[in-house]
């Protein structure tokens, strides 16, 4: 090894203080690109705020994630389980001591835009601020003006049980620097107005992409991969691009404002497990402009090439089904028996739904997906449509059955109506039962 000589020393030194210089730079260059903070002084709630907040805050779904069953709406304590430990959600009602009845209008926006709390603390990205970001202050203070409209609840916080490293909040600071695009929605030139408004309430207040975008390794949603469909507690939340095959490209404009604001549309099934709560909690409150805005969105949302570890790359089939068993139907006899005595009644062998539609399987993701992943969440635990009415209930089936008979039907119900020889083992609805929350 040669060593290096003083004029090698120097150069070295110089390089090392170029590299700092560039890394110095660049970072300030990242925190000054991002949106200034407006400091404005707090906006008295007037009567027509709070209706618009209310509105806002049902298409943003905040009650879904800070209403936890036993508490009041908006007081917190659902639990996210994360690999590496669990979260909870805050109590957001007004009260002073275990709420945000502290809170001016800047720490709330700050919390919206940037993920950060009244006291300096880092939140966790389970809070999808990385969307709400995008939302206007007028929105995000019309939503706090609403929240202030109601009772406050005395909820304490319950306390997170986060590994290390990942209970180091502050770590937040370089994750965000990475993964936050902290600046508002800005209009694409490209689409209508319709277009982008539509944009502004799938993206920033509808936060879609938080279920059907998939993740990076550092559990950031991946922009490349806008809706390409990704995994929620167990649940596929599909491919919702423009894709004609393994998107919604083929559904009419109908079909998808229909399955938005009840849960089903004619010859695609229903919606459940999340995706049925999403409807029910938030959806279903979008004014019939607003849900043609985002059905107008969707529609430009291009295609997206096949996702690692998610195939449901098998077009579906919305073929009529015989109204009668036909003789392939006996391969499978533990799963013909088992639908049979237990599915019949509400599904029909045709699978069209005994007097309400909302039952009928016909061109149903969940029976088209050989892994029958959603089929499986579905029989587990129930599906209930309660945004329409009377509402329409399947009980659930998990404890009546073993792993072996649930994995039987689903894989029956692939064969009979989605035309394909399904996957489904008795292991894999035995890690279902886990993934559940
Ligand atoms: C997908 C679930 C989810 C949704 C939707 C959601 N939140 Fe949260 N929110 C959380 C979680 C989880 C936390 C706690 C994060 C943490 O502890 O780091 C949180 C924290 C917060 C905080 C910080 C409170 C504190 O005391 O530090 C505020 C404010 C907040 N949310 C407001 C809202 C509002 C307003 C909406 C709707 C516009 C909303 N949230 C929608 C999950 C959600
Ligand atoms: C909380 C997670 C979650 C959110 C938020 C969410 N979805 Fe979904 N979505 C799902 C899941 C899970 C499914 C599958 C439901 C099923 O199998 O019954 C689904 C299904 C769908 C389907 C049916 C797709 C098909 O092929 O059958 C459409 C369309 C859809 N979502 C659109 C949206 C839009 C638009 C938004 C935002 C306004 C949205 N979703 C927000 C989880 C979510
Ligand atoms: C009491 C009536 C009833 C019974 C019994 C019933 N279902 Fe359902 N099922 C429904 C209704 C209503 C829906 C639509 C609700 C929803 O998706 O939110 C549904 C939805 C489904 C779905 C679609 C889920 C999705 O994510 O798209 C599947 C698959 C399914 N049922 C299979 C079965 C099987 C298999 C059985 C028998 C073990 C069964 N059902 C028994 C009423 C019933």
Not at 21 to 28: C, F, G, H, P, Y
Not at 29 to 46: F, G, K, T
Not at 273 to 286: K, N, Q, T, V
């Amino acid at each position: 090894m040669s060593s290096i000589g003083p004029r090698g020393r120097k150069i070295v030194g110089i390089a090392a203080l170029g590299l700092i210089l560039v890394a110095v730079t660049s970072i300030a260059w990242l925190l000054l690109a991002r949106d200034p903070e407006i400091w404005a002084p707090d906006v008295a709630a007037s009567p027509e705020l709070i209706p618009r907040g209310e509105y806002l805050a049902r298409a943003a779904d905040c009650a879904a994630c800070h209403s936890a069953p036993g508490r009041q709406s908006f007081a917190g304590g659902l639990a996210f389980k994360l690999p590496f430990g669990t979260i909870y959600s805050t109590n957001i009602t007004p009260d002073r001591e275990t709420g945000i009845g502290e809170w001016s209008d800047d720490d709330f926006v700050r919390a919206l835009h940037r993920g950060i709390a009244k006291n300096g603390m880092y939140l966790y990205p389970a809070f999808p601020y990385t969307s709400f970001s995008a939302m206007s202050r007028e929105d995000a203070v019309a939503i706090k003006a609403y929240l202030f409209s109601l009772p406050p609840v005395h909820a304490p916080p319950r306390p997170n049980t986060l590994s290390f490293p990942f209970n180091q909040r502050w770590t937040m600071a370089f994750w965000n620097l990475v993964f936050l695009d902290a600046r508002r929605f800005r209009n694409d030139p490209h689409l209508t107005a319709e277009q982008n408004r539509g944009a502004y309430l799938a993206t920033a207040l509808g936060h879609c992409g938080e279920c059907h975008t998939p993740r990076n390794l550092a559990f950031a949603m991946s922009p490349r991969r806008q809706f390409a469909g990704a995994m929620i507690d167990g649940w596929h939340a599909y491919d919702v691009s423009s894709d004609p095959d393994f998107g919604i490209g083929a559904w009419s404009d109908r079909q998808i404002s229909d399955f938005l604001k009840t849960g089903h549309a004619e010859g695609r099934g229903s919606a459940a497990g999340p995706m049925g709560e999403a409807i029910a909690d938030s959806l279903r409150y979008l004014t019939s402009s607003d849900a043609a805005a985002l059905v107008g969105y969707l529609r430009t949302v291009k295609p997206q090439p096949d996702v690692p570890g998610i195939e449901v790359r098998l077009p579906r089939i919305d073929a009529a089904y015989a109204e009668e068993p036909g003789p392939e139907d006996h391969e499978d006899s533990l799963g013909r028996r088992l639908f049979e005595a237990n599915c019949v009644g509400c599904h029909l062998w045709n699978g069209r739904g005994r007097q309400t539609g909302y039952a009928a399987l016909l061109g149903s993701q969940a029976v088209n997906d050989p892994h029958g992943t959603n089929l499986v969440q579905a029989l587990l635990a129930g599906a209930d449509l309660r945004t329409v009415d009377p509402a329409a209930f399947m009980p659930a089936f998990g404890r009546g059955f073993t792993n072996t008979e649930i994995a039987a039907m689903a894989n029956y119900l692939i064969h009979r109506f989605g035309g394909k020889a399904g996957h489904v083992t008795a292991d894999q609805v035995r890690r279902s039962r886990q993934d559940r929350n």
